[in-house]
């Protein structure tokens, strides 16, 4: 158990790589989010499924250009985003979802790559997709060509694993060990991010004692967690609120 959100995230230095938990403002660690920018960590390099919105979550990070690098699948809500990428102010390396789920979970299981059917016959195989753009709009880097062989007659690209400096999650429920449980759809990610991080540090709403969480409903074991922050009544935004006219 860790006192504080501050002190758990203290030894992040610039330029490290975070495994960011969540999707848009759903099951992201926010308090852990917001420790780094309060205390000046940048050039961070982050993988997540999206960088937040323009004002919240991993989206703090970005507005104050605390991310020199981002990995990941959809980045449509955040109008920062696009501008930096554009101005080439940011790194970004797109991945197709699915793709990236599976490297963060095979960096956690210790696999160094493996083969996908998925992005065959495009530039995520051929490569020149841009990765950064230059001061007068030009690709200034783009990415590589990939290792591509064929399965049963299909192509196949060879992707490698994800593992990370740090993992940022957050859970429903957890106990000081690190086993974690959590709600309905934040299952989607964070505990791939939690087994890539080489440290992973988890905000927990709910802390219980060791033994009182339902083994059957724990999603990350503590063997992949260490360092456990106790958050109670965080505040959770709605990303996008639809209501009748």
């Known amino acids: 158990m860790i006192a504080t959100a501050a002190e758990a995230v ?3 230095p610039d330029g490290a790589s975070i495994a ?3 999707s848009g403002l759903y099951g992201i660690p926010s308090v852990l989010i917001e420790e780094p920018f309060a205390q000046g960590a940048t050039n961070l390099v982050t993988v997540s499924n999206n960088c937040g ?6 989206g703090i990070l970005l507005s104050a250009k605390r991310i020199g690098r981002t990995t990941g699948s959809y ?5 920062e985003f696009e501008r930096q990428f554009l101005s080439g102010e940011l790194e970004v390396e797109l ?4 793709t990236l789920t599976e490297r963060l ?8 790559a493996f083969y996908t059917p998925a992005g065959g016959g495009t530039q995520v195989a051929d490569g020149g997709l841009p990765l950064r753009y230059g001061d007068s ?3 200034a880097l783009a990415s590589p060509a990939k290792e591509v062989r064929a399965f049963e007659g299909r192509d196949h690209v060879l992707e490698r694993a994800i593992s990370t400096d740090y993992a940022l999650v957050q859970a429903r429920s957890g106990d000081r060990h690190g086993n974690l449980i959590y709600e309905k759809s934040a299952a989607n990610f964070n505990p791939l991010r939690a087994s890539a991080g080489r440290v992973t540090i988890t905000e927990v709403e ?6 009182e969480l339902d083994s059957r409903q724990v999603r990350t074991p503590g063997i992949f967690v260490q360092r456990v922050v106790h958050t109670p009544d965080v505040e959770k935004r709605i990303e996008k609120r639809t209501v009748r006219s």
């Not at 980045?75 to 109008?79: A, P, S, T």
């Open 53 to 58: 919105v323009d004002d919240a979550g991993r």
């Open 10 to 12: 203290a030894d992040i």
């Open 105 to 112: 979970r095979a960096g956690g299981a210790g696999i160094p």
């Open 75 to 79: 980045v449509g809500e955040n109008k």
């Open 95 to 98: 991945v197709p979802q699915g």
């Open 137 to 139: 709009g030009a690709v």
């Open 20 to 22: 960011v938990g969540g």
């Open 206 to 211: 709910e802390l219980v004692e060791p033994g």
